[in-house]
């Protein structure tokens, strides 16, 4: 009895521990009504940004990479329940199968549009799930609201991986992230446990969370979220074992390049954007990569000092995650295209700065969040936050101005034509062609009959 005494005596002080890391999210002051008012307004708004800037509305009429080649062609092809278990590039991707299986019942010429409204809508919620989470950790509403908003316009995220379903899974994981960290009364809303499972299955990199839902589950209430992120992580995490994955290249992994290009493509990318590193780095060599380090120590430093035991978890914890997903996946992606001597320097392969990109600013709102409210502390805080403020919008401004990832290809309407044109020849497929150059997928004509 001593010893089971001692053990829950141990289990109550870390459960105690862990409460105080993870606090939970204040109720809303505002009425009920205009709170869910808000949200749509906030909720259409994000879908639009992502659908009306240039590069957005040019993908309105075109469809990117697997999106028509792996996931449309497959939903076109193959049975339901074969499609959503079936991996691809060695893991699941269920939310992108999904949309591709809701596109694949529209007519044909409607695919881009369908693509890109249903990669436009989870990012939303994925930054909605981000503010609502985020109350716990952080109290300024600007900051939250601002770190929230970077899921939708930050640039590293507007030009390859905006409004296809493909590279969804970047921002996925950053908001399975914050839900595993979203401690509300009485619960989590049961619709995020329903996001978090999806998206769990979507994601290679969400066993990487697995230690943060562990540690939710020091709480006695409020369980089914980690739990069910865990029987989903597991899921994912067999399949990753198991199923094919054809690597890009074979190039052995360099650690300096490695290294180089982690810097040059998350702070400094997360400042200007990936292709104002193509213009700042050939000419201006390592100093952006140590002025950029300077923007996010300092509130970093504010953060572990100001911020308490939560914020420092926070800190720790987005640094960590920042570094640790950016290192997995240029290593085990790597090949000679990645280094920084290449031309274009980091827009190769753009998507891996998204998430690492948003985890360091995770770690940056601490800071920008938690001086102390003193008179000369506030005034550094304001400074602070319209420095961040000023230098993001910028970068969001210049990368709309530069239309960094504007489609200008073949549209979709016209290689549906082509293809209809190729089956009413006598062939017995149709070829369709789609973005990027080269890309094409054939469809057997009797699928086009239907």
């Known amino acids: 009895m001593v010893v089971g005494e001692g053990a829950a005596a141990v289990w109550d002080r870390w459960r105690v521990a862990v409460e105080r890391l993870l606090p939970e999210a204040p109720r809303s002051d505002l009425p009920r009504g205009r709170l869910a008012f808000g949200f749509v307004v906030a909720f259409l708004g994000a879908v639009g940004f992502q659908l009306l800037m240039p590069a957005g509305w040019s993908r309105l009429q075109r469809v990117w990479a697997e999106d028509g080649a792996r996931f449309l062609l497959d939903g076109i092809t193959q049975p339901f329940a074969t499609n959503l278990v079936s991996p691809y590039g060695g893991y699941l991707h269920t939310i992108p199968r999904l949309a591709a299986e809701l596109v694949s019942v529209l007519p044909l010429e409607w695919a881009a549009t369908?693509?890109?409204?249903?990669?436009?809508?989870?990012?939303?919620?994925?930054?909605?799930?981000?503010f609502a989470a985020s109350a716990g950790h952080l109290r300024s509403l600007p900051v939250r609201f601002a770190h929230a908003a970077l899921v939708v316009v930050l640039p590293v995220g507007n030009s390859e991986p905006l409004d296809n379903v493909t590279n969804l899974h970047w921002f996925l994981l950053y908001g399975v992230f914050w839900a595993l960290l979203w401690r509300r009364e009485p619960r989590v809303p049961v619709a995020v446990v329903v996001f978090v499972v999806l998206a769990t299955l979507s994601s290679p990199l969400v066993v990487l969370l697995i230690p943060v839902a562990l540690l939710r589950l020091a709480l006695r209430r409020d369980l089914a979220l980690p739990v069910a992120f865990l029987g989903a992580a597991a899921v994912q995490a067999v399949v990753m074992v198991f199923a094919e994955r054809n690597p890009y290249s074979h190039d052995p992994v360099d650690p300096v390049q490695v290294v180089l290009a982690a810097l040059l493509r998350v702070p400094v990318a997360a400042f200007t954007g990936s292709e104002q590193v193509e213009r700042y780095y050939p000419a201006l060599g390592n100093a952006p990569v140590l002025v950029t380090l300077v923007l996010v120590c300092l509130p970093v430093l504010a953060g572990l000092r100001w911020g308490g035991r939560p914020g420092r978890l926070l800190v720790a914890l987005g640094l960590g995650y920042s570094v640790l997903v950016?290192?997995?996946?240029?290593?085990?992606?790597?090949?000679?295209?990645?280094?920084?001597?290449?031309?274009?320097?980091?827009?190769?392969?753009?998507?891996?700065?998204?998430?690492?990109?948003?985890?360091?600013?995770?770690?940056?709102?601490?800071?920008?969040?938690?001086?102390?409210?003193?008179?000369?502390a506030r005034l550094a805080l304001k400074t602070g936050q319209v420095v961040f403020a000023l230098v993001v919008f910028w970068s969001v401004v210049q990368h709309v101005h530069a239309r960094g990832g504007v489609l200008e290809g073949l549209p979709w309407g016209d290689s549906v034509a082509r293809a209809r044109e190729q089956c009413a020849a006598g062939g017995s497929v149709g070829r369709f062609e789609h973005e990027p150059d080269r890309w094409f997928f054939h469809v057997p004509c009797a699928y086009l009959a239907r």
Do not use: H, K, M
Request: net charge positive; aromatic share 8%.
């Open 326 to 376: 950016i290192v997995v996946t240029l290593t085990t992606n790597w090949g000679q295209q990645l280094q920084v001597q290449q031309p274009g320097v980091v827009l190769a392969a753009q998507r891996y700065s998204i998430a690492p990109c948003l985890f360091l600013f995770a770690a940056v709102a601490v800071g920008l969040d938690a001086v102390p409210r003193e008179t000369w």
């Open 114 to 130: 369908g693509f890109a409204v249903l990669a436009a809508v989870p990012r939303a919620l994925v930054a909605l799930v981000v």
